[in-house]
């Protein structure tokens, strides 16, 4: 039995559990893009997993070192779906981060950001407005040396109404939770996404007052603002009468479903709310997926487009739905699917991850460019507003030819014919998030 035992955290419980699994067999590092990169064993699944052990005995204390190794992690969770001992990573690597974090200290920048800016709207809305203006490119802006993704001109609560109306027969209700990238960085593609479950029949409650899933904050072991967000969002979307919560952006769906479980462990007093939540939350692909297959006529124009698929991390190795977009995509006429090599090879996001190791990032978003870059006129799909922004941005960095775009976007053109759909007017006082 480890030394510190009876003073661990459920968290750090949770993660004892699952090292305890590991062999050490070191199949995880085959499929981790950085290690694959480094080359150091310290940074790979295996040697982060030896190194938790030894400092939850207490064989060593934690160091700042020690405290970057673990943030030199995309949490992509390949060495999950790798590992044969059937180690749960989505269980070690955050509680590692919120053992050291609660040792170590957190820097005061970041602490700052995920304490202060995230819960607050206010300050929330100030931070979007420096980051349209700050030097950089249309896609990025850069402070201090690191990049971030450009916040657009527009914002989602600004084209979408709070309660968007079916546009045919009424077939249903359902809670759209957009997340961060798709309200402030992507808002056209969060509007096309809308648009076309109305467009299917349904009613879509985009709530005003929702505030960020918590991954920025949890990802980075702050557990505690992790679930003041988290249980904001319970309490809106639990007052709702809906069938489903549908979230197109695979961390925001992810960490419904599998962080906000260690968020609200049993016994807590959010248990059984997150549990009733929990089986109404659908991936938006999987759940338009359903909706398209169930339907004996599915009307979509063809489009004589060559794609090349990235897989979203989130949505293959912890939602295990890599096949969604690509079902999708077979709806349309015309459409050729050009398999690459390790589809499923992280691009190098990892939210916080690109923007603390810049140089890091950009080698593996390369890397995964060079793979996907399987014809100069295939056009590049992505399945996670994340993956989205990382390789467009390179894209752009290197002067490519390439179209790199979200398959809600190529849906939509076939779908509804084309074109961006045309914003909403929308009361200033309904903009309760503003």
């Excluded at 546009?167 to 309200?183: M, Y």
């Excluded at 992790?226 to 969002?233: P, Q, V, Y």
């Excluded at 462990?265 to 999987?286: I, N, Q």
């Excluded at 006129?377 to 002067?399: D, H, N, Q, T, Y």
Aim: net charge neutral.
């Amino acid at each position: 039995m480890m030394k510190l035992d009876k003073e661990l955290s459920p968290h750090a419980r949770a993660a004892l559990t699952e090292i305890e699994k590991c062999t050490s067999c070191g199949l995880c590092k085959d499929v981790c893009p950085v290690f694959a990169l480094s080359l150091r064993e310290a940074e790979s699944p295996r040697g982060k997993i030896n190194l938790l052990r030894a400092l939850m005995e207490e064989d060593l204390d934690p160091t700042s070192e020690g405290v970057d190794i673990f943030n030199r992690c995309l949490l992509c969770y390949a060495c999950q779906d790798a590992c044969p001992a059937g180690v749960k990573t989505e269980r070690v690597w955050i509680s590692a981060r919120e053992i050291l974090a609660d040792k170590v200290g957190r820097p005061f920048a970041k602490s700052f950001f995920l304490r202060r800016v995230l819960p607050a709207p206010r300050i929330w809305n100030i931070a979007l407005g420096l980051g349209r203006i700050l030097p950089g490119g249309d896609d990025s802006f850069r402070i201090r040396g690191m990049q971030l993704p450009r916040p657009s001109g527009e914002r989602i609560n600004r084209l979408l109404p709070e309660v968007l109306e079916p546009r045919t027969q009424h077939t249903g209700s359902v809670a759209f939770f957009p997340g961060c990238l798709l309200s402030e960085v992507f808002p056209h593609i969060g509007l096309k996404a809308a648009e076309i479950l109305a467009n299917l029949g349904y009613r879509v409650i985009t709530p005003a007052d929702r505030v960020c899933c918590g991954a920025p904050a949890f990802n980075n072991g702050d557990l505690t603002t992790g679930r003041k967000l988290a249980e904001r969002n319970l309490e809106i979307m639990t007052s709702l009468d809906v069938d489903a919560v549908i979230s197109p952006d695979a961390t925001c769906g992810g960490a419904f479903m599998h962080e906000w479980d260690l968020l609200f462990p049993a016994g807590s007093l959010w248990r059984k709310t997150y549990l009733d939540f929990r089986e109404k939350v659908r991936d938006y692909g999987e759940f338009l997926l359903r909706l398209l297959s169930s339907r004996s006529v599915v009307e979509t124009r063809p489009l004589e487009y060559q794609v090349t698929i990235h897989d979203s991390c989130h949505l293959s190795h912890l939602q295990h739905k890599a096949d969604v977009p690509r079902k999708l995509l077979s709806f349309i006429p015309g459409i050729q699917i050009i398999e690459s090599k390790q589809s499923d090879l992280c691009c190098g996001f990892g939210g916080s991850y690109s923007v603390l190791y810049p140089h890091d990032s950009r080698a593996i978003a390369r890397r995964k460019l060079e793979y996907l870059r399987t014809d100069d006129e295939a056009m590049i799909v992505v399945g996670s507003p994340g993956c989205l922004w990382k390789l467009r941005s390179e894209a752009a960095e290197l002067g490519l030819n390439v179209r790199v775009v979200h398959y809600l976007e190529v849906l939509w053109e076939s779908l509804l014919g084309g074109g961006t759909p045309a914003p909403q007017a929308v009361d200033e006082d309904e903009l309760k998030a503003d």
